[in-house]
């Protein structure tokens, strides 16, 4: 990317994508392996795996693109062909990486190499080894056609509102109107939508559960619990670390969340406030950009600008070449995301602006991702150790959210520190319903016998405990009996990615409230987790950024403190 600043940087419309052939790959593969354990020069050896790391390179990129080509449209039937040629290809190509690796640990210079590049690519080996095997590969091609069956559906949502079809990042901006009336019957179009799909998302999570566990047992695990971890790459952290940072969650982080909805009722002038108030935190309504959808490229390149000292910036570069698609229109898939294309080091931002509070955020947190995958792109020779773990991929974004605050005022004018308010309540709001999605998940995949009927009761009981001032009125059925949870495409696709932005947060939090008194220095640490992309483990990468491990006791209580000062709560 460095060099592509220089004037070489493709455009991404000029990408082109190829199908690449798991036949081809496979014979490779077979090299590979032989080559490497009857390998005795470690710069033989050297040169073999890292050959190897080119085309495992080339077909991550191609399924990558192969994403973004079919989320930007996907109306565009090649593209949807072209993912379920993934769905069956991924399985294998992630079995035949985990045979590399397993023949690099027994490579007879192994340890020659382990000096050389670090421990982290043999600690990815050994995990690798543990969670993909042949014996599994139709259980993984058929839990990803699962997936894509839900998110199929989602991105084909059409939901009939006030004389209009939309999609469901087209609802988005009714959900928190200022009008009462509007937003509530926002509300129950959406609750009507999950309703009509309840069965057929119940019967998709019942497989996927079963898909998993199945796929768990064959390994030898007791569960899918115990494969998710591994899946997650939990290298230093276990269910019961994750059950505490939950309890402190509740003890420190709930209270206070009561207490923001109970001065929302008073501010919104409101004698019970309902499910669909709880989005809408300021009588005038969330403060939205003053930019409209068109400047956000524009107005994002000088942010990223003003927070680097660089121009232009990444942002603006990446914009400037198609890397970017910013705002919602129709047949373009749900959500917002930063996907890495390794072969050529750029990151592409999607996301489905909509014009609400949540845009900016929004742009920033992906922003936040593109910026530390660009400035690890050369930090190991592996791909595999190039990005994080994921829930240290989301302090890159998230503390760019937090760190944004004093340059707010370029998207939102008199109003930014309303949206600050806004996001860090937001923010705190987000932290109980984190853990909540990760504690129902636990409680499916310990007990995978549950029916789905006993699943939505779990998740009914965890609201009580997690959000008590939930109320649903009585025009929201689907809500009421506990099936909120099917609005989160991370419980059905990433199975145990959710805790992870709650411990970033902890991690972020830290950084946002030394930026109060030291931005430089907040920034410094921020580089430093971002420079060192995947080579260590989650708690050794953020140590090494002089940051608190969110799993020590005192953290949470501290940042509470912190937090309520500056909401003047
Ligand atoms: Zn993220």
Redesign the pocket.
């Known amino acids: 990317m460095q060099d592509y600043l220089a004037g070489q940087m493709p455009d991404f419309k000029d990408i082109e994508y190829v199908r690449p052939s798991v036949e081809e790959l496979t014979e490779y593969v077979k090299e590979v392996r032989l080559k490497l354990m009857t390998c005795k020069d470690p710069e033989q050896a050297s040169d073999i795996i890292l050959e190897y790391e080119k085309k495992q390179s080339a077909f991550d990129t191609a399924y990558a693109l192969c994403n973004i080509l079919h989320d930007v449209d996907t109306s565009n039937d090649f593209y949807s062909d072209e993912l379920e040629f993934f769905d069956e290809a991924f399985a294998t190509v992630s079995e035949l990486s985990a045979a590399v690796l397993t023949s690099l640990l027994n490579c007879p210079c192994a340890d020659q190499l382990k000096e050389k590049y670090g421990e982290m690519i043999f600690k990815k080996a050994v995990n690798q080894k543990e969670t993909i095997s042949k014996e599994i590969i139709d259980d993984l091609t058929t839990e990803s056609s699962l997936e894509n069956d839900y998110s199929q559906i989602q991105s084909e949502a059409e939901i009939e509102f006030k004389g209009e079809t939309l999609n469901l990042s087209m609802l988005n901006p009714y959900l928190e109107s200022t009008d009462r009336k509007v937003r509530r019957e926002a509300h129950i179009a959406l609750d009507k939508y999950y309703q009509d799909k309840k069965e057929t998302f119940d019967k998709i999570y019942d497989d996927l559960v079963k898909v998993r566990t199945t796929a768990a047992r064959k390994l030898g695990y007791n569960n899918f619990t115990e494969l998710g971890y591994k899946r997650m790459e939990r290298y230093d952290y276990t269910p019961e670390m994750v059950k505490s940072f939950r309890d402190d969650i509740l003890k420190y982080i709930v209270p206070i969340t009561e207490q923001i909805r109970n001065l929302q009722k008073d501010r919104l002038d409101l004698e019970n406030l309902r499910y669909w108030d709880l989005p809408t935190l300021f009588k005038n309504g969330n403060p939205v950009p003053n930019v409209p959808g068109e400047g956000y490229e524009r107005v994002a390149g000088n942010f990223f600008s003003e927070i680097f000292g660089t121009v232009p910036s990444f942002f603006d570069v990446l914009s400037e070449h198609g890397f970017t698609d910013l705002l919602a229109r129709k047949n373009k898939s749900t959500g917002g ?2 996907m890495y294309l390794e072969d050529y080091a750029i990151p592409f931002i999607f996301m489905n602006g909509n014009g609400t509070a949540d845009d900016v955020a929004t742009i920033v ?2 922003g ?2 593109a910026y530390a995958a660009i400035k690890s792109a050369e930090v190991s020779p592996f791909v595999e150790c190039l990005s994080p773990t994921l829930e240290t ?2 302090i890159h ?2 503390a760019m959210e937090f760190l944004s605050y004093p340059y707010m005022n370029m998207f939102y004018g008199d109003k930014a520190s309303q949206y600050c308010e806004l996001h860090m309540t937001q923010a705190l709001l987000f932290m109980p319903y984190g853990c909540m999605v990760d504690e129902f998940q636990h409680i499916v995949y310990d007990n995978p016998e549950l029916t789905p009927e006993q699943r939505h009761e779990a998740w009914k009981e965890l609201e009580k405990k997690y959000q008590p001032f939930n109320d649903y009125g009585d025009k929201m059925p689907f809500h009421e009996m506990g099936g909120a949870w099917m609005k989160k495409d991370h419980i059905f696709t990433t199975p145990f990615y959710y805790i992870d ?1 709650c411990l970033a947060h902890i991690c972020a939090l830290q950084l946002w409230d030394e930026s109060r008194k030291d931005m430089k220095s907040a920034l410094s640490k921020y580089n430093l987790l971002c420079e060192a992309g995947g080579t260590d483990t989650f708690l050794n990468l953020i140590t090494k950024a002089g940051l608190e491990s969110p799993f020590d006791t005192g953290v949470i209580k501290k940042l509470a403190y912190s937090i309520c000062s500056f909401l003047e709560l």
């Open positions: 995301y930063c947190h992906e936040g991702h991929c989301e974004s998230t932005y």
